[in-house]
Each structure stands twice: as structure tokens, then as C-alpha cells.
């Protein structure tokens, strides 16, 4: 059995767990990578593609910026959209801050290629992996690779291997809680090879639900419409898809342009978050820890954050100091937890509410009422534009 040792033993390639074994080769700490998954699984997962201002910074302090500057689309702000009016959120004026559209995709390749050319050990496709030990000073992990069982030793093990991951797992069930809400809505999100038919991104409220025009390129556009949790993809003909688009966005003097789907699915909506993020000798850093509905367009960036915190933690312990590695659990479920409030705040405000119970239609209205004047409220107010602009382009660590 080959056994490897190394400082932090990292469970997952996705984003989280490639930007922190980078991070930390930056600061001269090595690391070992275990994936469960296949390297063109990976490149190939589609998600997020909208950068708070700290996470182009991040990635650009850690020598990841040079596709990211060359492709990535710098947006001002959005436009929120609703009773038949589009209104635009002037970030950059409002704060002096910016998104940027660049995929996760984009990310992910951008990380695999600086790893694949510094020579970084990362096992794709690992089989059967464990965790064990982790109340000891010397935890470990097991894998099968290629047919042959591998045994790692390090000082800590990083859980970065997603919701379903073998890490949060291996917490005693008595040692963790796990905060839930699952929303009555979902996502269908399809990409089309067509130019965006807008500048930045809007998020429109309408009577028929929500819906959402992003863009992945100057070539590739991204949308959202909100469907029930319930409802089948085979539902949904692309010209079906096209009419709810044109419905839903539409407005008098613009055009939205069709082109061709190339993917399309249906994403169920729900927030996640675990009482703590480190057990002992080992740490939780994104989907692993917590998860947002993507209305707020903060699942990377809040991975991202995590990656940031856990990184400086790990470079002051291997200097002497352990105050921010013993804080790391805290100081980041702090930030999650106002992360989590403006995602939901921004989805509850976004979508129409199901009508439920026998009252259910006549409180449903009420509160697409409420929601038309909440909108109302934040497109007209200066102080509410700040705060969305604040939040939107990211908290500070």
C-alpha cells in the first residue's frame, strides 16, 4: 500500500478544494488532492458564474487572474425588473464596487492548468475514500486508486467534497446540527448559443414567476425561469422555454434574442448550513459546510471566502500562531450567516409565492403585493440600493 504524508490533506477538486491546495503552495505549505470523480467530470460542471469583487481579487493575488482579466465581463450592476419596468442598481456608482461574469467552469480550467504545471498531486478518480482518525493529531486518509489502496498522513484534513462528501459525514452525529430550508420554487436554467440581449444582468419579477437573463460570454447566455420543485424537464420545449423568456423579461423597445439550447435542467432551491466547520483535525470549506440558493449569486464566492479564511488560518499555524485556525469555524459561520440572509432575502423577494391551503390564493396575492413594493422600495431608495450593492458585490472578510 503506498502511504503518502503530507501537511493538509484536501477531499475534493472541485473550486474549494483546488483553490485552497493553491493557496496554500503559494504560502510554501503542500498539500495532497483526492477526487472522487473523473478530471473531465470536473471540468465539465457547470455553475456559478458571477464574481464578487474579493474573489477576482483573491484569484488574482494567487497569479489566476490573466483568462480571468482577458474574458471575464466587469458589470456595474444589475437590472432589477418588475410591474412592466426595468430599473438599473448602479453598483460602481453606489459603492465604488463591481462583479464580474466568469464562469466556474472558467475557474475550475484555470486551476486545473496552473496545478497540472506545477506538478501538484491530485488523485482523480479515487474510490472508497475515508477519513479516519481525525480526534488524533494525525488523521488520515484512505482511497483506492487505479486499482491499488492508498493511505495519506497529514497534520489536517480538508472536506471540500461537496453536500453528499464522505467529510461532514465522519462528524459524530451528536457534534454537529444541520440547519435546512427547502423553498417552493426551482430553477430551470437553459444555456443558448446567442448573444446576450442585455449589457448586465437582470432579474425580473413576474406575475407568472421569476425570471433571470445572465450570460456566460459574449457568445453564450445564461437563463432562469422559476418552475415547480415537482415539475419534469421533458416538460419543457425549447419553444415553450423561448415563450416563457419572452414573457417573463419582455418589454416594450427591447428584444430578447433566441438562439440554440444547448443544455438545459431543473435545479430545486434550498439553503444549508452546518452548525460547525471544523471537528477536531478536520475543517469543512463550502458546499461541504453550506449552501445558498443561487438567486444571491453567492455559492462560489462563499466557497471562496471559506478558502481565503482557512488559507491565512494554516499559514499563521505553521508559523506559531493558532488564533484564526481556532477561530476559523466561527468568524466563517458569521459571514455564511449574513450570506445566507441576503440569498434568501433575495430569493423570497424575487419569486411568486405558491398558494397554499385554503386561503392559500388570497395570501399568495398579498404577498406578490408585498414583494411589487419591496421593489419599489429598493429601486427608489439610495440607502437600499447600498445595501444591495454592498452585499451583492461582496461582504469583507
Not at 62 to 72: K, N, S, T, V, W
Request: proline share 4%; glycine share 8%.
Amino acid at each position: 500500500m503506498p502511504h503518502h504524508s503530507t501537511r493538509v490533506a484536501i477531499i475534493g477538486a472541485g473550486p474549494s478544494g483546488l483553490l485552497l491546495s493553491w493557496a496554500l503552495r503559494d504560502a510554501g505549505i503542500d498539500s495532497i488532492v483526492v477526487e472522487n470523480r473523473s478530471l473531465d467530470y470536473v471540468l465539465a460542471r457547470i455553475r456559478a458564474g458571477v464574481l464578487e469583487q474579493g474573489s477576482v481579487e483573491t484569484l488574482t493575488r494567487l497569479g489566476l487572474g490573466d483568462r480571468l482579466q482577458a474574458e471575464g465581463m466587469t458589470h456595474d450592476g444589475i437590472y432589477l425588473q418588475f410591474g412592466g419596468e426595468r430599473h438599473h442598481v448602479d453598483f460602481n456608482a453606489l459603492i465604488g464596487r463591481t462583479v464580474t461574469v466568469y464562469g466556474q467552469q472558467a475557474v475550475v480550467t484555470d486551476l486545473v492548468a496552473a496545478h497540472n504545471q506545477a506538478g501538484s498531486a491530485i488523485f482523480y478518480e479515487a474510490a472508497d475514500v475515508a477519513v479516519h482518525d481525525l480526534e488524533s493529531d494525525s488523521p488520515r486518509v484512505t482511497f483506492s486508486h487505479d486499482g491499488e489502496e492508498h493511505e495519506i498522513s497529514a497534520d489536517f484534513i480538508v472536506g471540500a467534497d461537496g453536500f453528499h462528501g464522505v467529510c461532514r459525514a465522519s462528524i459524530p452525529t451528536d457534534q454537529i446540527e444541520l440547519h435546512e430550508r427547502a423553498y417552493p420554487f426551482a430553477w430551470l436554467g437553459i444555456l443558448a448559443d446567442v448573444a446576450p440581449s442585455s449589457d448586465e444582468l437582470i432579474y425580473a419579477l413576474h406575475d407568472d414567476g421569476f425570471a433571470m437573463h445572465s450570460m456566460r460570454s459574449p457568445q453564450v447566455s445564461r437563463f432562469y425561469l422559476q418552475v415547480d420543485p415537482t415539475d419534469d424537464i421533458q416538460n419543457w420545449s425549447d419553444a415553450r422555454i423561448w415563450q416563457a423568456l419572452q414573457t417573463r423579461l419582455g418589454l416594450p423597445g427591447w428584444t430578447l434574442h433566441e438562439g440554440t439550447i444547448t443544455e438545459k435542467s431543473i435545479t430545486p432551491m434550498r439553503s444549508f448550513v452546518a452548525s460547525r466547520l471544523r471537528y477536531r483535525s478536520l475543517f469543512l470549506v463550502g458546499d461541504a459546510g453550506h449552501i445558498v440558493p443561487p438567486t444571491g449569486a453567492k455559492g462560489l464566492n462563499s466557497a471562496i471566502s471559506d478558502v481565503t479564511q482557512l488559507a491565512a488560518a494554516l499559514v499563521e499555524h505553521y508559523a506559531g500562531d493558532d488564533t484564526k485556525l481556532d477561530g476559523y469555524s466561527e468568524e466563517a459561520l458569521a459571514r455564511q450567516w449574513r450570506v445566507q440572509q441576503f440569498s434568501q432575502w433575495m430569493t423570497e423577494m424575487l419569486h411568486r409565492h405558491p398558494a397554499e391551503g385554503a386561503s392559500g390564493a388570497e395570501a399568495a396575492a398579498f404577498d406578490y403585493r408585498s414583494q411589487l413594493g419591496q421593489l419599489d422600495y429598493v429601486t427608489h431608495s439610495l440607502h437600499a440600493q447600498r445595501s444591495l450593492a454592498e452585499q451583492y458585490t461582496g461582504l469583507p472578510l
